[in-house]
């Protein structure tokens, strides 16, 4: 379970991130500046971030799911979990309350 719980950790934290960016960085360049302005068209172009992190969220999501499976979480917990991709800035508390959770559950893996 170790490789499993590793690659949750690397992957909630590049999609987190991915999210946070999009969402409070490349949409607001997009819609907030003027139209045709290079600020604007950054943000434009930043739009392929958007695709990388829902490519990235299916993976996510995932694993997660396998996680959660064989951690035998509840299924409010994996709800959590899994919503948590979608959310800018959630998925940094989620991914420390599964840390929490599993150093508990599951000492050898700390």
């Known amino acids: 379970m170790r490789p499993l719980f590793t690659t949750y950790r690397v992957l909630a934290l590049v999609v987190g991130v991915a999210l946070a960016f999009c969402a409070l960085v490349a949409a607001p360049m997009k819609y907030l ?3 045709g302005s290079s600020i604007q068209e950054l943000g434009e172009s930043l739009g392929i971030l958007w695709a990388l992190h829902g490519t990235l969220y299916m993976v ?3 694993v997660a799911l396998i996680l ?3 951690a035998r979480w509840t299924p409010k917990f994996t ?3 899994l919503i948590a991709g979608l959310v800018p800035l959630l998925m ?3 991914e420390h309350r599964v840390v929490q959770r599993v150093r508990t559950e599951y000492p050898e893996l700390a």
């Open 68 to 70: 959660a499976y064989r």
């Open 33 to 35: 500046f003027p139209e």
């Open 79 to 81: 709800a959590l979990m």
């Open 60 to 62: 996510y999501f995932l």
């Open 92 to 94: 940094f508390f989620v």
